[in-house]
Structure formats: C-alpha cells, structure tokens
DNA sequence: CCGATTTACTTGATATTTGAAGCAAATGGC
DNA sequence: GCCATTTGCTTCAAATATCAAGTAAATCGG
C-alpha cells in the first residue's frame, strides 16, 4: 500500500488548494454579484438607467475622441450584439452619436454628446458616493491589499496591455 | 475665501477616496466578469451546464436535507421566478427532485437525486482544477488577503448571518 | 373559528444577453 | 487588379433573467 494519509501528502494539499481557490472565488463572485445589484436598482430608480449603460457611457467619457464599437464591447466585456442595442438605445436618448469611421469604411466611431457628457457627470457623481459608502467598511490596509491582490488576477487575462 | 487648497484638505480628500473605491469597484467587476466568462463557457463546453446551475447544484449539495426554493433564490442572489425555471430544469434532467415541504404546505422542498450528486461532483472536480489554475498567480499571502477583504465587504450586506 | 394579512411559490409578459448568420469593407497573396 | 480571407458591425432567434400579478397556505387578532 501507499503511504498512510498524512495532513499534507501531495495530493491533499492539492485538494486543499483547490478548495481554498474555490471559496475564494466564491465569495468574489458573490461580493461582486451583490454590489452589482444595489448599483444596478440605484442607477434604475434614480436615473432610469442600468449598470451596462452607465459602464458604456464610462468608458466613452473618457474616450473622448470616440470609441468603435468592437473597442467598447471589449472593454464593458460584453458581445457585439449587445453593444450595438445598448449604443443604438442611448443614442435614440441623444446620449451618443454614431458616424462612419474616417479611417475605415466598415467601422463606426462612437461618442458621447454634450448631453450625454452632463447626464454621465450627474450620474457618476452619485455611482461614486455610493460605492465608497459600500467599501467604507475596509480600512486603507484592505482596500491597498486588495486592489493589489485584483490586479494581479487580471494580469492572468489581459496577457499585456493597458491597466483599468 | 476659504484656505488655498492644499493636497489634503477635506474636499480633496473626499473626492480622492471616491474615485479610489470607484478604481477598486471597477476592478473588482471587471476581474469578476472575466472569470465568469471562462467559468460558464466551460461549463457550457464540457457538461451542457451553466453558472447559475452550477451554483444551485452546489447549494444543494451543501445542504443534503434539502432547501426551500426561497432559501435556495436568497443563497445564489436571483429572483423566485429564476429558481422556478432553473429546478424546473434540472428536474426535467433528473439531477433536482422537488417536493412538498413537510411543515409548511406552501412551500417546496428541493434535493439532489443521486444522479444530481454524481453529476455535480464530476462538474465540481473540473471546475476546482480550473479556479485553482485562474488563481494560481497568487501568493498565499495575496489569497488571505483577497479573502479577508471580501470577508469584510460582505458583512456591509449580510448584516448578521451565516458565512459562505 | 373567521376574515385580513403575510408568506411561498408559480406564472406569464417583458427586457436583456448571447450566439450564429449575414453583409459590406479591408487586406493579402498572387 | 482580382479573388479569398479576414475584420467590423448588425440582425434576429433563442436562452435567461426580471418584475408584477396571481394562487394557495399559514398566521394573526379578535
């Protein structure tokens, strides 16, 4: 027979790890999901607006010559699809304003309008009040650590390229 | 006028911590997001499964007695109507048996079939190996860290309650 | 015990998101 | 220059999720 399990036989720890990665992301998941929905009911009730729109007109605004509309899909991390019906809704609103690419015949340049730029400040003026009310429970140590332990996970998904 | 506006003065201060928390929550989605990408794209691939099925699977499995759908729509952070239609799911499948609650006539009891267990065990073996993997840039101090500051901002929404 | 209220769940209409198919412009090899 | 391939976007059907309304059982106050 093999040797008697002790607490920390190679095949154990592996076991270990494997769980103590899956609580981790566990409660990643259900930190985020939680905060996604108070962010999301406040942006409905106050704005008549929802959390995929306000991180679409986010990235606009600081774009401010525009994005093409694979750029924004990538960057909110939603698909094509998508990005098309949230960007033709927000531009029936007079949010944002679509024209044809000067460089390239089949891409379309996306931008915030002046009323767009005014309702986006409004908006994140208040997004941002209530997320430091949310995170106003850790203490600097925690909010440094943790932000650094983040950033390290997305270094495993965006193999080079620009930081967020 | 009031006084020259140094790098601390209260204002300044103010709009620091909220742009950093926003920095932070920014970060905190985005990560979350990606891996939830992989997650269920791998779930979808190699068992015809989805995240939100996973998750409940994985309630269940916890509880061997059994939750109510209530229990079960609090615990995975979605609506009744949801729960409804995912156990109706996995009923079809034969994974989820769902019955009268024993002491309350309104409500429902729902519990893994042995079919259930063994199909969520293999799921859960293939989905620890692939957390670990997307966690394995971190130090173990970086993961402590990362877990007692989730730990943390979790509290601000479960203002009493059990752990997860 | 009775009616009013609350709680647990389901239903069905609506909104959102995805994913695949389609179209048009750009690019690359020849 | 021409054809094949790739790229950027849109469209539409199917899958998911939400919200509000509905049903039925339990609880509460008399």
């Known amino acids: 027979m093999t040797a008697p399990a002790t607490t920390t036989d190679p095949e154990t720890r ?24 108070v962010v999301d009911s406040t942006l409905r009730r106050d704005f008549a607006s929802t959390l995929p729109r306000f991180d679409l007109l986010a990235q606009l605004f600081r774009s401010p010559d525009g994005l093409r509309m694979g750029e ?27 024209r044809p690419a000067p460089d390239d015949g089949r891409a379309t340049l996306v931008r915030l309008t002046a009323a767009g730029r005014r309702h986006f400040t409004t908006m994140a003026r208040a997004h941002e009040r209530l997320i430091a009310g949310l995170f106003d429970g850790l203490s600097a140590t925690e909010r440094r650590a943790l932000h650094a332990a983040l950033g390290t996970l997305k270094q495993r998904f965006r193999p080079s390229r620009d930081t967020r």
């Open 14 to 37: 592996l076991d270990r790890d494997d769980h103590e990665a899956l609580r981790l992301w566990l409660r990643l998941f259900t930190c985020t999901t939680m905060i996604e929905r």
């Open 72 to 98: 924004l899909s990538a960057r909110i991390l939603t698909t094509g699809g998508n990005v098309t019906s949230l960007v033709a809704a927000l531009e029936r609103e007079g949010l944002v304003k679509r």
